[in-house]
């Protein structure tokens, strides 16, 4: 079977995994799921396809398929990765909810981030935590559309790079709470709404969105809750409502949910994860997507940088890059910047440990240690200078004067100026990128003293304008200040903390000892048997028969396992003769149906569907 299989892939994948993303991911352990999590996933997918196969975009069955998703079993992230790779994509399993940041940086390498824990029965229609239904089922069987799989990692490319705000964690981590919270099969009215106020607490604090909190807006409005076609005539491809029995279903109701055009007004449509949604919007096609995306793509600072980009990374008051026209990249938090008259940008300081990288790798002898206190340099040409510094040959700049040991004077056409003696040139692909000075002063284009030769060596980024500037520090691996709040430690589970902690936090079972007691209990053994008699080859009536009137006396109030024995008495009707039998479970499956009246209707279809099947009334 598929979850036998080594973890071979997977654990190359993960090895493969740059340091801040190996911390996220983890080795999907098939052994958690019992035979009632199993049975879930059968009813659940088997439900969600008879009821997406008009609603659904035609890819979605197809992409099942070849993505390795099964009606059966709960999938092997092994087989998936086997199926994937021959369209250059993979997956890796997660715990649950993980930074944006690092979803859009997985997403941007080709690979889906999966939420390996299981929903319960109890939330069969809607999780509000990730699981693996709505990771798998959901997001990959699109990813066979090339259109639509370039679409996703162009999103990732973009969305890895977006400016977070220090209140975004805080909503984040007050989402990932409450999600959690409603996630446990067991939980207090009064804990669900201490977390609810703690979010709407956060929600509050953040009223100025960051580029972050908008692109997850767009986000949810295409990749998790899209429709495709015209307002009038749409099919779905979101994955949060691929996913989900109830949503799919209520979306298809225009007196309920209100269809709209998808432009970049959708940003100004607040969403909640915890509810079903009011309102969505339809895109033309994939390539209306990516027009859609790029639109918002080209007002973000990655694309603008200048002056705007700059002081929307001062405003966010995280960690953000700047990247010089040299391809220089300085990472850390930017404290301060100044402009000429025009408005062009002539100096830039950060504050705290700052990183220096080229083409996202840490230069050597320039991570946050080299500048713990900051780092501050010009922008602009070089009076005198035709082309921008970076621009010049090492031969040029020496018969200019400007050679290693050698003192040497810049004066840039904003005013400010530099003396001091030139050390070190760094060179990435044939550009001079960092130049250090010994013995250096600095003065500002008003006499102000920015450098002073007793502060030590001064490092001065080469480049005539900051040419864009994007959240995160270019090498994130490389970039990890002690005591930083926003570190991914802080974001996942300690190590050591064992499995059925995990799987308490992702709300499957109550505790340690529940876990044992329940995979013990005699309610998997008949979910296990009741799956042996249905992969038999040949299976006895009477066998059949017997387990069937033994779950009957001990598990009548569990329908969904109900639900599996009658449809395998079902299958056997014509073996032998057990009608009243048949009729005993078929009544258990209306006096006791799932509480959720929601629910219930579901099964009652279900039900309908495989008595039509079987030629029953």
């Known amino acids: 079977m598929a979850w036998s299989k080594t973890s071979m892939r997977q654990q190359a994948l993960l090895d493969s995994l740059p340091a801040h993303l190996k911390v996220f991911a983890k080795v999907q352990d098939y052994a958690m799921y019992t035979p009632r999590d199993q049975a879930v996933w059968r009813f659940l997918l088997q439900q969600l396809q008879a009821q997406l196969l008009a609603s659904a975009h035609p890819v979605y069955t197809d992409g099942l398929a070849q993505a390795g998703i099964s009606t059966e079993y709960i999938p092997c992230l092994e087989e998936m990765n086997a199926r994937l790779a021959s369209i250059g994509w993979g997956v890796v399993g997660v715990d649950g909810f993980i930074p944006p940041a690092a979803f859009m940086a997985f997403q941007a390498r080709r690979i889906l981030a999966i939420a390996t824990s299981m929903r319960s029965v109890e939330q069969m229609l809607y999780t509000p935590a990730p699981d693996i239904v709505h990771e798998s089922a959901g997001h990959a069987p699109f990813l066979i559309d090339v259109d639509y799989a370039e679409f996703l990692q162009r999103f990732g490319e973009i969305g890895m790079k977006v400016l977070t705000r220090q209140q975004d964690q805080a909503v984040y981590e007050a989402i990932r709470h409450l999600s959690m919270s409603k996630g446990q099969s067991e939980v207090s009215v009064y804990d669900v709404e201490l977390a609810e106020t703690r979010l709407q607490t956060a929600v509050d604090a953040n009223q100025q969105l960051s580029e972050a909190a908008l692109l997850a807006r767009l986000h949810w409005w295409t990749v998790e809750y899209g429709l495709v ?9 979101g994955a949060g409502l691929l996913s989900s029995l109830g949503e799919s279903r209520h979306c298809l109701d225009d007196n309920k949910v209100d269809k709209h055009l998808l432009t970049l007004a959708c940003l100004q449509q607040p969403y909640d994860i915890t509810c079903e949604q009011p309102q969505l919007y339809v895109t033309h096609s994939c390539r209306h997507l990516c027009q859609v995306l790029e639109d918002m793509a080209a007002g973000l600072a990655q694309s603008r940088g200048g002056i705007d980009g700059i002081g929307a990374a001062i405003d ?6 700047l990247v010089y026209s040299s391809g220089l990249q300085v990472s850390g938090l930017i404290a301060e910047v100044r402009c000429d008259v025009m408005g062009n940008v002539i100096y830039v300081k950060t504050r705290g440990g700052t990183q220096l990288s080229f083409a996202d790798q840490q230069l050597y002898n320039h991570g946050i240690e080299a500048h713990v206190s900051g780092f501050g340099s010009p922008v602009g040409h070089i009076s005198g200078f035709r082309r921008c510094l970076s621009d010049y040959s090492i031969d040029e700049l020496r018969f200019v004067g400007i050679a290693v040991g050698e003192r040497v004077r810049l004066d840039f056409v904003s005013g400010i100026s530099l003396q ?9 692909q044939q550009k001079n990128v960092l130049l250090s000075f010994a013995d250096c002063c600095v003065l500002g284009n008003d006499g102000e003293v920015l450098f002073d030769p007793s502060w030590g060596m001064f490092d001065m980024a080469v480049g005539a304008t900051i040419d864009s500037v994007f959240g995160g520090a270019a090498d994130p691996g490389q970039y990890v200040p002690v005591n930083d709040s926003d570190s991914p430690s ?8 064992s499995r059925a902690a995990c799987l308490l936090v992702d709300g499957n079972v109550d505790s340690a000892s529940a876990e044992s007691s329940l995979r013990q209990s005699s309610l998997l053994q008949g979910y296990a048997h009741i799956r042996l008699l249905r992969e038999a080859v040949r299976p006895s009536a009477a066998d059949i028969q017997h387990l069937a009137h033994k779950l009957l006396l001990s598990h009548s109030n569990e329908w969904l396992l109900m639900f599996e024995a009658y449809e395998l008495l079902l299958g056997c009707q014509e073996k032998c003769d057990h009608g009243e039998l048949l009729v005993s ?8 149906p799932p509480q959720d009246p929601e629910l219930a209707a579901v099964l009652f279809r279900a039900k309908k569907t495989l008595e039509g099947t079987h030629e029953l009334g």
């Open 229 to 237: 076609g015209t307002v009038d005539d749409y099919s779905i491809y």
């Open 316 to 321: 966010s008051g995280t960690v953000a890059t």
């Open 420 to 428: 001091g003696r030139l050390v070190d040139i760094k060179r990435y």
């Open 490 to 497: 802080d974001l996942v589970m300690a190590p050591g903390v």
């Open 585 to 592: 479970v078929s009544q258990c499956l209306h006096t006791q």
